[in-house]
Every structure is written in C-alpha cells, then in structure tokens.
C-alpha cells in the first residue's frame, strides 16, 4: 500500500521569509501524482500545486514550488516571500490512478505558521 | 463557479444515534468522493462514486456506515449507530473523472463529535 510520510508536525517561518516543507512517500509504481493542499481553519482543502510523476521539470505556482526527487520518493514544498495568510496546515498528497478508481492518499500534515 | 457544498457544518449527537451529511458537488463533475478526517490526521477516502456507481468502498466501515448518490449529483453518507471513533471532519469532493484533467476540490466539511 501507498503511504505518504511528513515528518515535520510544526514549522514556523517569519514573513518574507522562505520555508520548506518535507515530504516522502513509498510507492511501487512509475506513473502517478503528487498534491499539496492547504488546509485553513474553515477546513476546506484548497490544491496548492501538482507534480505528474512523469515529468521531470518541478512544478511551481507563484511563490510555491517543488522540488521532486522521483528515484529518493521524495517531494518538498518551498514558500517563498511567506505571507499571514500563509499559515495553515499543509497535506501532502499521492494518487495513483486505477481505472476510474482515484483516491487521494494524505500525509498527517503540517502546521505552519507565520510570525511577523 | 459554485464549488462543493456540504451541510450540515456541525453536528452534535449521542453514540448509538444515527447522523447524515449532505454533499452537492461542482456542476459536472461525475465524481464525487467522501473522506474522513479524525483529529490530527490526514483525510482518509471512504468511498468514491463516479455517477452513481460505486468505484471504491474497500475503507467503509459497511456494517455502520452506507452512502448513495442518487441521480448522479447530489449524495448523503450516513452513520447508524454512531460510534465514539466516528468523531472526525467529514470532507466531500468532486472532479473530473479519473486522468490528468482529475483535480479534487474539496467541500468545507462537517464537523461530527458523538458524545
């Protein structure tokens, strides 16, 4: 079974400043995705941006970018230029697609938070 | 666009009570999905429908819980009898069918606590 794997349960980082974020996942396969989603205290998951596995350019969104290691599993998150409303939890996520089965497999998370 | 919308927000109820959520995903998306997410943890899938078939259920307790999707839109989850574990944040999402056009978005949840 796929797991997904984030050891930092907290991380701070001051606004402007830039944070990593730390993820692993243990999977035998060759072609799936890999999420960030952002969890504020509304509850609602909002994607912050994706990976195809099979490419190997880091995806990034604005002040959001990763950097994918496909052969170490691994899969962080950078914020750059941290702003208040940056603070949640974040998830990272993997799905691989089965037919029409695709499930989302989360990390537990972590909760960043940003101080001025 | 109007994204997912589940009700309701919060619900109180005692063990062994019966409880239903409520889920309206975004206009044509055939894919509708129920998570579970207890304290502390990630969203964990409980079923995925596409239309109103059943795609994957293997994570549902069956014996308590059951869903429907009637009409291919709309879809309840229900809990019956509740059990002090079944306290979570219940998530609803809808997205395209499975493939690269496939992006999860997410409802903002009910809140469950039994008591």
């Known amino acids: 079974a796929q797991t997904v794997t984030q050891s930092q349960p907290e991380m701070s980082v001051q606004e402007a400043e830039t944070v990593t974020l730390s993820c692993t996942y243990d999977t035998s396969e060759s072609d799936y995705y890999l999420f960030w989603y952002k969890q504020p205290p509304s509850r609602q998951m909002i994607l912050v941006i994706r990976q195809e596995a099979y490419k190997q350019q880091n995806a990034t969104e604005n002040r959001f970018s990763v950097n994918f290691q496909k052969a170490a599993k691994s899969f962080s998150l950078k914020i750059s230029d941290s702003q208040l409303g940056d603070a949640a939890m974040y998830f990272c996520?993997?799905?691989?697609?089965?037919?029409?089965?695709?499930?989302?497999?989360f990390g537990t998370g972590t909760r960043l938070q940003v101080t001025l | 666009e109007a994204g997912v919308a589940q009700s309701p927000r919060y619900k109180i109820i005692e063990k062994r009570q019966s409880v239903a959520f409520w889920c309206n995903p975004i206009s044509g998306h055939a894919t509708l999905y129920w998570y579970q997410q207890i304290l502390g943890q990630g969203p964990k899938l409980l079923i995925q429908?596409?239309?109103?078939?059943?795609?994957?259920d293997s994570q549902l307790p069956k014996d308590r819980f059951s869903a429907e999707r009637l009409k291919g839109v709309d879809s309840t989850l229900k809990i019956q009898p509740a059990k002090l574990e079944d306290s979570a944040v219940y998530l609803c999402a809808s997205s395209w069918p499975a493939g690269a056009k496939n992006i999860q978005y997410f409802g903002a949840g009910t809140r469950l606590s039994v008591l």
């Open positions: 429908f596409q239309n109103n078939g059943v795609v994957d």
């Open positions: 996520a993997y799905r691989r697609d089965t037919g029409t089965a695709s499930k989302l497999t």
